[in-house]
């Protein structure tokens, strides 16, 4: 199973960007979809998570100003961030977990976007 995001870029502080991330290949089901980041010497960390169930879990830096979505129907998630710091700033992954057409586990990540906040 792929993982593709895209959306990424540079923003100034205050503005809004949204990702968004398609998971491919042969899936029986996604149970979670969901987004991390990686700011440079930090520990890759929980961005918002989408589970199955329609559950949604955020990191406590986002809360509020961020959003997952998701459209099963295409396997794919979006995160909208509004009121972007320049503490956003950091590569955000996107990850796809349940089973693929074999009943297999999957647990995919994607390569991974930039997304840079600075005026």
């Known amino acids: 199973v792929q993982v593709v995001e895209s959306g990424g870029g540079l923003v100034q502080p205050g503005e809004s960007l949204t990702l968004s991330c398609e998971a491919s290949?042969?899936?029986?089901?996604?149970?979670?979809m969901g987004w991390y980041r990686q700011a440079p010497g930090k520990q890759r960390e929980l961005v918002a998570l989408s589970t199955s169930g329609d559950r949604r879990h955020y990191g406590d830096a986002v809360k509020a100003r961020f959003a997952i979505s998701r459209v099963n129907a295409m396997n794919t998630v979006y995160l909208q961030m509004n009121s972007l710091t320049p503490e956003d700033t950091a590569v955000y992954y996107c990850?796809?977990?349940?089973?693929?057409?074999?009943?297999?586990?999957?647990?995919?990540w994607g390569q991974g976007i930039q997304v840079t906040v600075s005026s």
């Open positions: 290949g042969s899936i029986f089901s996604i149970n979670d």
């Open positions: 990850n796809a977990r349940g089973y693929e057409s074999d009943q297999k586990v999957f647990d995919s």
